[in-house]
């Protein structure tokens, strides 16, 4: 991550403003959302990390907590919006940490079932009291927090559309 005396504190603002890529509002937009992105999935790594999981695993853990019952690695990489073969990879990392068990469906033995360990249930609740997401969203009046959801749902729809993906109900909205 990039510090303030890493070295690049010597780019001047006038040099990125003269360039045209940033003089596109809708590329400064994009590189915002794109930085803005990236630390919080920082700050979240590093607040999760005495906990011993990823942000990725930590957003598996809140969707399997969060989506209809069974929850199947298929349902998990809809909602995470992830390949399912990367899931696959998460997941198995996941049951090695003991974080979930994977299980056949005993009503369909096609389906593996994913629930949550007593480890990934204590590790569920920790994320749940943790205050850094509540203390970064502070930084916004309840107008500017409901302004960014409405717009980053219509963004969030945009880029499905344009993927040529139907866009979600999001169990949280």
Not at 71 to 85: C, F, G, K, N, V
Request: hydrophobic residues 40%.
């Amino acid at each position: 991550m990039l510090t303030p005396d890493s070295g690049h504190s010597s780019i001047k603002k006038s040099k990125v403003s003269e360039n045209p890529l940033f003089a596109d509002r809708d590329y400064r937009l994009w590189a915002l959302l794109h930085q803005t992105r990236h630390v919080i999935h920082e700050a979240l790594k590093k607040e999760m990390e005495p906990l011993g999981v990823s942000p990725r695993q930590v957003a598996a853990l809140l969707i399997i907590e969060a989506i209809e019952k069974p929850t199947t690695p298929s349902r998990i990489s809809y909602w995470l919006m992830r390949d399912r073969a990367s899931v696959s990879v998460l997941l198995d990392r996941m049951e090695r940490k003991g974080l979930i068990n994977k299980s056949r469906d005993l009503g369909n033995k096609n389906l593996i079932a994913v629930t949550l360990t007593d480890k990934g249930k204590r590790v569920y609740n920790r994320i749940l009291n943790s205050e850094m997401i509540h203390d970064m969203f502070s930084a916004l009046s309840d107008e500017q927090h409901q302004q960014m959801t409405g717009c980053l749902d219509i963004l969030w729809g945009k880029a499905l559309e344009v993927m040529g993906v139907p866009k979600p109900e999001l169990p949280y909205t």
